[in-house]
């Protein structure tokens, strides 16, 4: 049976990767990822919100395109201003207006946020630093002003022709405006991957049935394609397959048609755990069977090599990655985001694909942690909104482990717990992980 170094038994933990050891075999997996040639379509700019440019963003003239004003004032000769004369006023600049001028010595031309600055002016004084008297206008003593203040030059910010954003950055609010201000009305994009959600178990029933004894509703499928929505990928939810080997083929058979698989369940010790011994008599390899990581240790990692017929029906060429999530619901957030997410990201071709973590104030004692060779990712609720010079302060939300849905709804990030932690008291600086 193709096995990695590191393979799941769970008498053995030390033989497990740790966190930091799985990151790197993912990342480097990763890399191996992007090195591909997706496919491209063009798409509206209205419609590009989280999509990830296949081609370069070029700046279509010079940004800005004329020397503007960044403020309402006056445009002058900066030497003249600051001798605080008297200056006359030569004409009115509205934002609009074509470019007017040239500014005579021994005037100032009244100007608005925007429009552009008269051939020969080099600086605007603030509506708010000047008195203006008649059709004249003088810097208030004891201001004066430079050349170049509050005046953007033309080409300032860019050239045209610039290569303004690179291929593989994530469109989001302000890239859909540089998009725009260059006078693209479409993007080319990279396709979405198409990730196949498999969840297995005899116990789940459909959402819209009541479980009966010992059944549970089905809450990963739904929570995962929403994970891999949020990470700007297509979610393709199969049917539920059930705990049994002749299931689990066929419905493996189908998940492998997709860009990447993620299968929820069926991947611990038990006896009922059967979708490893499956993924082996499909060929496929292993690159971690578990990780010292908690939750999510019985976390599953590997690739399968498919014919060319199925790789072309995808756009990801003959590899196909895939995840065998622990069942558990915290258990699959949080593997999903450390290791899922990374390799999707690279899948989707984006240059800056998670974990994401941040550090964060403990606000309250954390007490003892448990084993030392496990790193934790704790179900945590983190203020943002910290105070000027202040970090984030992050709480534990009390939670009665992996399977607590309702502490995993009422947390926005996970508190991540180093292996060797001991104890966390209050004003400690920890590390968290962002959804
Ligand atoms: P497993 O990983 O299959 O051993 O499942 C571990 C735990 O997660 C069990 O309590 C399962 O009932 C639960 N579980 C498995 N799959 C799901 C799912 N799709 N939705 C909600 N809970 C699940
Ligand atoms: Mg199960």
Known sequence: MPRSRFFYNPSMSAALPSYDEAAAIVSAHAVEAAHHSPAVERIELALALGRVLAQPLHADSDQPPFARSTRDGFACHASEASQHKFLKLAGTSRAGDAPAGPLPKGHAWEIMTGAPIPPGADAVLMVEHVEVSGDTVRLLPPRTVKPGENIVEQGAQARQGDELLPVGSTIRAAQIALAATCGYATLDVFRKPRVAILT??????????????????????????????????DPWILPTAADNAEALDAALAEAFTADMVLISGGVSAGKFDLVEPALVRMGARFHFTGVRIQPGKPLVFGELSRSHAAANRTQHGTNCYFFGLPGNPVSSAVTFLLFAAPILGALSNRRDSGPRFALARLAADAGKQGKSDLTRFLPAFCTFSAADGHLPEVALVPWQGSGDLAALARSNCFLVVPEDAGRLEAGTIVRILLP
């Open 200 to 233: 297995t178990g005899d116990e789940l029933v459909p959402i819209s049935s009541t479980p009966g004894p010992g059944q549970i509703r089905n809450s990963n499928a739904p929570m995962l394609a929403a994970l891999v929505t949020a990470a700007g990928a």
